[in-house]
């Protein structure tokens, strides 16, 4: 019964590169969330998907960021042309219903270091 | 705006007696709240969560009450063990704003409870 499955855990990129994070929610799970938590602050909620559908991404950054959740597959958020301020660590949460008395599952996380 | 506010970085308490960790909020709306603890290199885990219709709720060791008036909230854990060192984040919901089940985090803080 494998959780919310994050990959890379760890990532390196350079300045201008793109950076893409997967997530796999737990089976049965069909929305997704995605948290970013910059160092010594909180999560910070990104992007909310259900299957093939973006829900709400009022916390996404205008530009570069993007997220998707497509009908196979893991969802992926993707961040191209990174700068320095992307470095951070990206949370992934799936439920199997939107039902604010869930507490939603997390994954370990992607660490995304930008040099 | 932080409108989850947990203004303890850090908590140190002795193994078997109470820890009490706070947390303030500013919106009026939120209706849900969380908490979460979360260990080093680990995504966050959901403890124990209570509804603004609910003045406490309790579950095992971990004791949740809520002061609307004050708009605070507090986390119990009685008796306190070593093994509950982590980082405790508070987390807030609002009704309404479409589908969404987004939270609103706090900063954290830090227990460590000393044998």
């Known amino acids: 019964n494998a959780g919310v499955m994050q990959n890379p855990r760890h990532l390196v990129r350079r300045r201008g590169q793109e950076a893409r994070l997967r997530c796999s929610p737990m089976k049965g799970h069909s929305h997704v969330y995605w948290y970013r938590q910059l160092p010594e602050e909180g999560l910070k909620f990104m992007v909310y998907l259900q299957k093939e559908n973006i829900i709400d991404e009022s916390g996404m950054p205008k530009e570069r960021f993007s997220a998707e959740f497509p009908k196979e597959g893991p969802s992926i958020l993707r961040i191209q042309q990174v700068v320095r301020g992307d470095s951070a660590a990206y949370f992934c949460a799936s439920s199997p ?19 | 705006d932080q409108q989850v506010k947990q203004n303890s ?42 509804s603004s219709i609910k003045d406490k709720n309790e579950d095992g060791r971990f004791t949740v009450f809520l002061n609307k008036s004050a708009k605070h909230l507090s986390l119990h854990i009685v008796p306190s063990q070593p093994g509950d060192s982590a980082v405790y984040f508070c987390a807030a919901s609002a009704m309404g704003g479409g589908a969404t089940n987004k939270l609103i985090f706090g900063t954290g803080t830090l227990l460590a409870v000393q044998p």
Do not use: H
């Open chain 2, 9 to 50: 970085p850090s908590l140190s308490v002795q193994e078997g007696r109470i820890s009490i960790l706070n947390c303030d909020y500013t919106n009026s709306m939120f209706d849900y709240f969380l908490w979460y603890k979360k260990y080093p290199a680990e995504g966050p885990t959901f403890l124990i969560s209570i």
């Open chain 1, 97 to 115: 219903r939107a039902d604010r008395s869930y507490g939603y599952t997390f994954g370990s996380g992607t660490r995304l270091t930008v040099v």
